[in-house]
C-alpha cells in the first residue's frame, strides 16, 4: 500500500490524504567515518566524523507515482580543551547537506545547515565557577533573519560535598521562535517553535556514596 498526499493547488495549505494498492520498495546504501585523537597537552581531545548516504524510494503526490533519489553528507567534530585545572573549553559542530530529485528530473534546491555549540567553564571564587554556552543554528531553507538561530546560557555552579548546586540563567537574549525546514521526499516542510523566554533554573544533584 502507497499512501501520499493530494493538495489543492500550488498555493494551499490543506491536503487530503490518497493511497492506491501496489508493490514498493527502498533503498539506502550509507558510508561513515569517525577518528578521535587525544592529547597529554591541555588534555586536548579532538574528534571528527563523516556519512554519506544516498536512497530511492516511491513516493505518491498529486495520484503520481514518483521515483525518488535522496543523498545527503554530513560531517561532525568535537574539540575540548583543559586551559587550567578548572578552566574548560568544548566546541561541538555538525555540517550537513541534503538534496532530493525525482528520475523524472524534478528537484528541489538542497538545503545547506550547520549547528554549534560553544562552552567556556571559568573558575570563580570559593569553589564557584561560571560556565558559558552559546548554539547557533543556520538552515539556508528558511526565509530572511530566520536562517540563524542562537541561543545563550550562563549557569553558575558550586560544590559542596556530596551536593553539586548549578543556577542558570537560560535563553539570556529571549529568543522566541526557532524556525526549520526539511525535505521529505518531494516536499519541503517548515515548522516554527516557540521557545522558552528568559529563565532561572535551579538544580541540585546528589552522590550517594
Known sequence: MLYGQNFLDDSSLMATTAMIEMPNTSQRV???GDVSKGFDWKK???KAGVEYAIGTSQFLQQDVVADVVTDGLSATGALSAELTSRLLFEWKGAFGTNCNHTRGGDTLPPIHSSTH???LTLPLIAGFDMTLSHELYYSS???GDDKIFSLTDAAL???CKRATWTL???NIFNTKNYITAYHNAINTYYSSYLIRPANLLLNVAFKLK
Open 30 to 32: 550509507g558510508l561513515t
Open 44 to 46: 586536548l581531545m579532538v
Open 117 to 119: 555549540r560553544f562552552a
Open 141 to 143: 531553507a528558511t526565509v
Open 157 to 159: 555552579g558550586y560544590k
Open 168 to 170: 542558570t540563567y537560560g
